[in-house]
């Protein structure tokens, strides 16, 4: 069964030959390790080169997370952040907290922003549960994550002491560099790497992504296995036609060519939506640079029929859409009829609620079409680790593709840095003296 099916006819695009062959190039580039940015493409063989030791002691660890707390906070940003978000979302029950019996640890998510409230609310509510976190950076040094941690790191030790606190806490960093790694050292926290070669936002299968799942009960191996899997399928031996991140990769860049300039991206399963912001920050960062690139957005549908749908129907003319689609849902549930029929549902009746999904994806993507918006169809089977695995390689696979198409480097994020200067000369850091005056004189 394969993990992801492109279909692309209702783009209305032909992908010519020389576009066929610049795409099998740039996938070649990723092989052979000699276009931009080449120093971050450890992510291209990194599903196979997962061991069983490495896997061992992410679950180790997991394990001794999950047996000393019920909720496990994350601390990260970005690429540190999105991908465990992503993954966890995809594969729970979002209703689980009315739940009454909890059978995996609360996994929680924290440095994603400088909110108080915010911060403030997950600590009164972490009063309540034995916790622990995991500290992810890779540069150790991203205000956002360092200063949630400081927080956290702090109750921990009030709660437990210095030494049990020690033990609660697990920092994924650089194998040396920043402040995270030499605060990790001092305190003697278990410590996984962020391989060098690796960047943030295409690390979800470093311990960066696999460690929370793995405290949250996901089953690691799959995902990993079925990104093995589309390493095989997107392979440079692979041909055009058979390579779905070849053929996703050229298609949105003919697209983009012929003016369409805003990709959104959408599911009609509510579940994938994280998997829609790590998409973003994937393709956002990777692709949007020297005043190039296509601008990534999302929608959830069908919820966003109700309120992005007028424009994407009507609205300016430089959108196309790439739609998730989820081929079997994992539940049941079959719409009854009604003696009454005052709702008049009886239409309905005896149709499972996914039937009407369908019939909704089905319509919207034909009206949308007419309306002037391409449509290009990402089949999954299910909602599955296996098949989450394989979608998210396939699309960092169709990123580094389609970023060397473009004609960027994929792999560095340049515009980053602006903020934080101007954050840090507002903020009157050591070293920012002149920036400070300077910017104040601004405001
Ligand atoms: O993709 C990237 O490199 C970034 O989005 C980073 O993931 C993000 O800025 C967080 O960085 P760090 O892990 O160094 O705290």
């Known amino acids: 069964m394969k993990t992801v099916t492109l279909d692309i006819a209702k783009t209305g695009i032909g992908i010519p030959a020389d576009m066929k062959t ?7 580039l990723l092989h052979s390790g000699e276009g931009e940015g080449n120093d971050f493409l450890g992510w291209v063989h990194l599903p196979s080169s997962i061991s069983e030791a490495d896997l061992g002691a992410i679950e180790a660890e997991a394990a001794k997370l999950r047996a000393r707390a019920d909720a496990v906070v994350c601390i990260g940003i970005g690429g540190s952040y999105l991908g465990a978000k992503a993954v966890l979302e995809a594969l729970s029950d979002p209703f689980k907290l009315l739940h009454k019996e909890q059978t995996q640890p609360t996994v929680l998510f924290a440095g994603q922003n400088i909110s108080e409230d915010y911060i403030h609310e997950l600590l009164d509510a972490l009063k309540e549960h034995s916790f622990a976190a995991i500290v992810i950076s890779k540069s150790g040094t991203t205000t956002e994550p360092a200063i949630a941690f400081r927080l956290i790191k702090a109750e921990l030790e009030r709660r437990y002491g210095k030494q049990e606190a020690a033990q609660r806490i697990v920092a994924v960093t650089d194998k040396a560099r920043g402040a995270l790694k030499t605060l990790a050292t001092q305190e003697g926290y278990p410590t996984f790497v962020i391989p060098d070669d690796v960047g943030g ?7 960066v992504g696999l460690l929370p799942l793995a405290v949250a009960g996901v089953d690691i191996r799959a995902l990993v296995a079925g990104a093995q899997e589309m390493e095989r399928a997107t ?7 058979e390579n779905p991140a070849a053929v996703y990769a050229a298609v949105r860049n003919l697209l983009y060519a012929g003016g369409k300039k805003i990709e959104i991206l959408g599911s009609y399963e509510p579940k994938l939506q994280y998997i829609n912001e790590w998409w973003k920050q994937l393709y956002g960062e990777s692709e949007g640079k020297q005043g190039k690139g296509i601008f990534p957005a999302s929608v959830t549908l069908t ?8 424009y994407i129907q009507e609205g300016e003319r430089t959108l196309f859409e790439t739609i998730i689609s989820v081929e079997k849902p994992a539940r049941e549930v079959r719409i009854e009829a009604d003696a009454e029929n005052l ?19 089905l319509g919207v993507q034909l009206a949308h079409m007419d309306g002037g918006v391409p449509n290009i169809r990402i089949a999954i089977p299910e909602i599955s680790a296996r098949v989450i695995g394989g979608l998210l390689y396939f699309f960092e696979k ?14 560095n994020q340049p ?14 850091k050591p070293g920012y003296e002149e920036a400070s005056k300077a910017i104040k004189a601004r405001l």
């Not at 919820?303 to 007028?310: K, R």
């Not at 169709?398 to 792999?411: D, H, K, Q, T």
């Open 22 to 28: 610049k795409a099998q190039q740039a996938n070649a």
């Open 201 to 207: 936002r295409f690390s979800v299968l470093t311990p």
């Open 235 to 241: 392979d440079r031996s692979v041909p055009f036609e």
């Open 303 to 310: 919820a966003d029929l109700h309120s992005m749908g007028q």
């Open 343 to 361: 709702d008049g549902l009886n239409f309905l009746a005896g149709k499972r609620v996914s039937e009407v999904n369908r019939m909704a994806e």
């Open 398 to 411: 169709a990123c580094g593709i389609s970023g060397y198409l473009l004609g960027v480097n994929p792999f």
């Open 415 to 428: 515009g980053v840095e602006a903020y934080k200067k101007n954050m840090f000369a507002l903020l009157d």
